[in-house]
């Protein structure tokens, strides 16, 4: 089970990393292609608020990274634990106060990786 949800922690980290890349640096870019509902004379303005949701992600997927780094499994699984603790509560967050499908791309991965390093 732990090569599972390694394989699931590193897909997470992956997908914090791209999100702190969209958000810090291609959001006026990019973001204008993905988010069409959001008017476009808001990009610019809020620029500096979705790099900092950017760093956010950032700090997420190197937790992420950092539990690939430890020796201890009890330690391991207990980091491992927190930031993906971290990762669903902020992708439940996001499902409640900006769209639904961010519970399935960032919420539920994680919730499916806390379940199997528990069980």
């Known amino acids: ?21 969209f958000e810090m640096f291609a959001w006026t870019t990019k973001g204008r292609k993905i988010f069409k509902n959001f008017p476009p004379e808001l990009f610019e303005p809020t620029r500096p608020m979705a790099a900092n949701q950017g760093l956010y992600n950032g700090f997420l997927a190197a937790g992420l990274i950092w539990t690939f780094l430890i020796d201890n499994p009890v330690w391991k699984t207990n980091i491992s634990l927190f930031f993906l603790i971290c990762v669903s509560i902020a992708g439940i967050y996001g499902a409640l106060t900006v769209e639904k499908k961010i519970f399935f791309i960032q ?6 990786a806390i379940l199997l390093l528990i069980s």
């Open 107 to 112: 919420a539920l991965p994680a919730i499916l």
């Open 1 to 21: 089970m732990r090569v599972v949800s390694d394989v699931l922690i590193g897909f997470i980290a992956l997908l914090h990393l791209y999100f702190l890349y």
